[in-house]
């Protein structure tokens, strides 16, 4: 069910670069939920937070240089079997994601431009960083602009993962409204945005974000990781402060997210969005987690384009 889900997700997702008439350089989210297991009574509290930081730096007319950094931190329980008790595994895990991103925006002409960006980043429990907690990510974006309100891109994200290599192929769409009250921001499968502006400063809207991404577990030196495949979906209030340069929005949704833990070496090769190209024949050690609801806040500091 989760793989069906996280297909649907491709057909209504958004981008890491986008084509708007704004600039998110910062952006701080944190939510909580609770999880349950498909096969027993057990749950498992989980948090994360989330920091994204972008520095765009023109260089000429046509060149933009790109760079910032991602950090994201998951808590939670990854035990709810008798086999991941007898791994080893503590009661609750920090799942850590540091993440730099190093690229370029390149003008192709009058209506296309193409942004190319290298990922390199660490994903574990950062108790003791080795080669399996780094790797390495890139995603080529190409835009065009059909006007200053619409604009579609189409390109490909590829990264190494504990699991095997991922491969997501990427398609997006820019939409304002002429009044400027309505817009949708989306490149799938990332993340998507689909905001309706009431007031000068007061919206409401609906977010999106999917992931699929690995984490190595090393303490007390287990040979274990873990792979996260998530959706979440949220319906969300912003308010804007200092001439909308701060943004503040709540949101209540559904999280997906399963927390697959499987043995180092245990991988599937190339995936494609959710789809192993090779089959699936490892061995899991915990039970999938089952979806619930989930709270969250974004602190979002924006600047004019």
């Given at each position: 069910m989760k793989k069906q889900l996280l297909l649907l997700a491709f057909l209504i997702s958004a981008s890491i670069i986008n084509a708007q008439d704004y600039l998110d350089v910062m952006k701080a989210s944190y939510h909580s939920t609770t999880l349950g297991?498909?096969?027993?009574?057990?749950?498992?509290?989980?948090?994360?937070?989330n920091i994204e930081v972008y520095f765009p730096l023109p260089l000429t007319s046509d060149i933009t240089m790109i760079t910032g950094f991602t950090y994201e931190n998951t808590r939670l329980g990854l035990i709810n079997t008798t086999e991941a008790v007898d791994a080893g595994f503590m009661d609750?895990?920090?799942?850590?994601?540091?993440?730099?991103?190093?690229?370029?925006?390149l003008e192709h002409g009058k209506k296309w431009s193409g942004t190319y960006v290298a990922l390199p980043k660490f994903a574990s429990d950062f108790n003791n960083l080795g080669n399996n907690d780094f790797q390495m990510g890139g995603l080529a974006l190409l835009e065009k602009r059909y006007s200053s309100k619409y604009s579609l891109k189409f390109g490909t994200y590829i990264?190494?993962?504990?699991?095997?290599?991922?491969?997501?192929?990427?398609?997006?769409?820019?939409?304002?409204?002429?009044?400027?009250k309505f817009y949708i921001n989306a490149t799938l499968p990332i993340r998507a945005d689909?905001?309706?502006?009431?007031t000068d400063h007061f919206s409401l809207g609906?977010?999106?974000?999917?992931?699929?991404?690995?984490y190595n577990l090393s303490e007390f030196d287990s040979n274990f990781y873990v792979q996260e495949e998530s959706i979440r979906f949220s319906a969300f209030a912003a308010y804007g402060f200092l001439n909308d340069a701060l943004i503040v929005r709540g949101r209540v949704g559904l999280d997906t997210t399963d927390y697959g833990v499987y043995a180092e070496g245990d991988t599937v090769g190339l995936q494609v969005l959710t789809f192993q190209v090779g089959g699936d024949d490892r061995t899991r050690l915990n039970n999938e987690f089952s979806a619930a609801p989930f709270v969250g806040i974004d602190l979002i500091f924006r600047t004019g384009l």
């Amino acid at each position: 069910m989760k793989k069906q889900l996280l297909l649907l997700a491709f057909l209504i997702s958004a981008s890491i670069i986008n084509a708007q008439d704004y600039l998110d350089v910062m952006k701080a989210s944190y939510h909580s939920t609770t999880l349950g297991n498909t096969e027993n009574d057990s749950e498992t509290d989980v948090s994360n937070a989330n920091i994204e930081v972008y520095f765009p730096l023109p260089l000429t007319s046509d060149i933009t240089m790109i760079t910032g950094f991602t950090y994201e931190n998951t808590r939670l329980g990854l035990i709810n079997t008798t086999e991941a008790v007898d791994a080893g595994f503590m009661d609750r895990s920090n799942l850590v994601m540091t993440r730099l991103n190093l690229g370029v925006k390149l003008e192709h002409g009058k209506k296309w431009s193409g942004t190319y960006v290298a990922l390199p980043k660490f994903a574990s429990d950062f108790n003791n960083l080795g080669n399996n907690d780094f790797q390495m990510g890139g995603l080529a974006l190409l835009e065009k602009r059909y006007s200053s309100k619409y604009s579609l891109k189409f390109g490909t994200y590829i990264s190494s993962e504990n699991f095997g290599t991922t491969l997501t192929p990427l398609i997006g769409l820019w939409y304002k409204s002429k009044n400027k009250k309505f817009y949708i921001n989306a490149t799938l499968p990332i993340r998507a945005d689909a905001n309706y502006s009431l007031t000068d400063h007061f919206s409401l809207g609906a977010n999106l974000i999917t992931s699929i991404k690995s984490y190595n577990l090393s303490e007390f030196d287990s040979n274990f990781y873990v792979q996260e495949e998530s959706i979440r979906f949220s319906a969300f209030a912003a308010y804007g402060f200092l001439n909308d340069a701060l943004i503040v929005r709540g949101r209540v949704g559904l999280d997906t997210t399963d927390y697959g833990v499987y043995a180092e070496g245990d991988t599937v090769g190339l995936q494609v969005l959710t789809f192993q190209v090779g089959g699936d024949d490892r061995t899991r050690l915990n039970n999938e987690f089952s979806a619930a609801p989930f709270v969250g806040i974004d602190l979002i500091f924006r600047t004019g384009l």
